[in-house]
């Protein structure tokens, strides 16, 4: 899938501080093996946690792994909830109601059927964004048709599809001819002969359309991509549907083995992994799926390369390296500038603030990636590195310290190079945004407000669930006594209540033989 984005404000502000003031919601990445997730329909969901600030835990749940807006996904389930049958069954049923309409097999099996049609007979309807056989006119007659589908066209699906709209569960934005481009030149330079490309479409046209009509290139690529229209345009052995957030295979095992066979092959050499996955998504759960995915290479190697790491690419924005060098400490951030084609603000050659904030995170050494010149990289032979022409180097900090493409500058009080809108505040003691908030919420432990760790791993949060504990202890107990307190005035009143109606019942009777009485007097 062409990654799902959010609006760059929002997505900045989580990846500094990870939560809006004193409330966040975390995943639980190490949850209990021996309790399988339920699921939705986008497969395993994920186990989340809200923590308050100074408190180690509320309920845990179970939520959507691929959206984040739940009029997308409305899956909800507290972790210890038992459900009934009948409600398993009903989830069940709604999770088969938004499955593809035609199974991986049905597809290919449509594609190549479809080109075999003379091209006046190769039709798309851009409603139902699906390629149409003659069989299948008649359903579409009344839609909007574009025909004449050539087989170039075939070979470049994204610009065939609408991408999806929605920001916050699938919006496509799409590498741009110029970064795609460069990936492609970059991957032949560095030797690599296959390419796994999850959520990276267009790369994955590009590395094809160039081996089809380069017959020195050997590079070969495998798509994983969540969004299931593309099945229609690829063979088993090209494309695999897949959510990246839950490592889940929609087509079961044979999509799984088509993956594992990708990466095993030739014993895991010259092959490497490009991924661009949705902005608004949580590093965690993508951190565990990636590797998940480098265990699967490295079951196809030897002993002797026991060692080695599969090469990856990860594209994100600058403001997520803490958090990607957290799990994977052996990335580092390259200047390069990637840009999207159906996007307001990622594009190139645009300045200041106003330039992409997105960067390639690789494990592959700095030195031996060449940028182009031509667009403004340059060589620091003190950084042994290609950097942007702004990305100044600073004889304090012995690096190219700029991350936004700006020139950054030297605060000598915090002992590192900021950038060059923010000036040191001597309130908060460290650099800031001019207009800042002092008293605002500060990153860190939502227990004990430390800024060099987060909950997870906390030293005190052992003392923290002890104290919890007890408090929900103590909680529980008031909770259970107010209830049989309840339930011993709701027993109250029903003995009054049926004191009062037997009470009434007598009356009626009463005043019934009353009546009787003084009719029969009156006959006498």
């Known amino acids: 899938m062409a990654a799902p984005k959010e609006p760059l404000g929002a997505v900045e502000a989580e990846g500094s501080s990870g939560r809006q003031g004193n409330l966040g919601v975390e995943v639980v ?123 170039t066209q075939l070979k470049r699906p994204s610009q065939l599809l609408y991408p999806l709209e929605n920001k916050k569960t699938n919006a496509q934005y799409l590498f741009a001819d110029r970064s795609c481009l460069f990936l492609v030149d970059l991957l032949s330079t560095l030797g690599f002969r296959r390419v796994l490309c999850v959520g990276t479409p267009r790369l994955h046209e590009l590395i094809r359309l160039t081996a089809s009509g380069d017959k020195k290139s050997n590079i070969k690529s495998l798509l994983l991509d969540i969004d299931f229209r593309y099945s229609q345009f690829y063979m088993e052995d090209s494309f695999c549907h897949y959510n990246m957030f839950n490592h889940h295979f929609f087509d079961g095992k044979a999509a799984l083995e088509v993956c594992r066979t990708f990466l095993q092959k030739d014993e895991g050499e010259g092959v490497i992994m490009v991924t661009d996955p949705p902005f608004g998504g949580l590093v965690e759960p993508l951190a565990v799926t990636f590797k998940k995915l480098i265990a699967m290479w490295k079951e196809g190697q030897s002993q002797d390369n026991s060692h080695k790491e599969l090469p990856i690419f990860w594209i994100f924005p600058y403001f997520f390296e803490s958090r990607i060098c957290q799990f994977f400490p052996s990335f580092c951030m390259l200047d390069y500038q990637v840009d999207y084609d159906n996007h307001a603000l990622y594009k190139h050659g645009k300045t200041g603030r106003k330039q992409s904030p997105v960067r390639i995170f690789t494990n592959i050494p700095p030195n031996k990636i060449i940028l182009p010149t031509e667009e403004g990289y340059r060589f620091c032979p003190l950084c042994q590195r290609y950097v942007s022409l702004e990305n100044q180097h600073c004889e304090h900090c012995n690096s190219c310290t700029s991350k936004d493409g700006r020139r950054w500058n030297h605060c000598f009080l915090c002992k590192k190079c900021v950038k060059p809108s923010w000036i040191h505040c001597n309130i908060c003691n460290h650099c800031a945004l001019p207009d800042h908030s002092c008293t605002g919420p500060k990153d860190g432990c939502f227990i004990c407000g430390e800024l060099d760790h987060k909950r997870s791993t906390c030293p005190n949060i052992s003392t923290s669930k002890k104290v919890n504990k007890a408090v929900r202890k103590q909680k529980q107990r008031k909770s259970n006594k107010m209830k049989m307190e309840t339930t011993k005035g709701q027993s109250m009143n029903h003995t009054s209540v049926t004191r009062k109606k037997k009470k009434r019942k007598s009356s009626s009777i009463s005043l019934l033989l009353n009546v009787q009485w003084l009719a029969n007097k009156k006959d006498l």
């Open 29 to 151: 990445v190490f949850s209990d093996p021996a309790t399988p997730a339920p699921l939705c329909p986008h497969g395993p969901t994920l186990l989340f946690v809200k923590a308050n600030q100074g408190k180690e835990e509320t309920r845990r749940f179970y939520a959507c792994s691929a959206c984040r807006d739940r009029k997308d996904c409305n899956f909800f389930q507290w972790e210890n909830e038992k459900l009934s049958g009948a409600r398993l069954a009903a989830r069940e049923a709604h999770n088969r109601r938004y499955q593809p309409p035609l199974s991986r097999s049905q597809c290919v099996e449509r594609y190549l059927k479809f080109i075999e049609l003379p091209l006046s007979q190769r039709k798309f309807c851009q409603r139902c964004q699906q390629l149409l056989l003659p069989d299948d006119e008649e359903k579409h007659r009344k839609h909007q048709i574009v025909g004449d589908i050539s087989i």
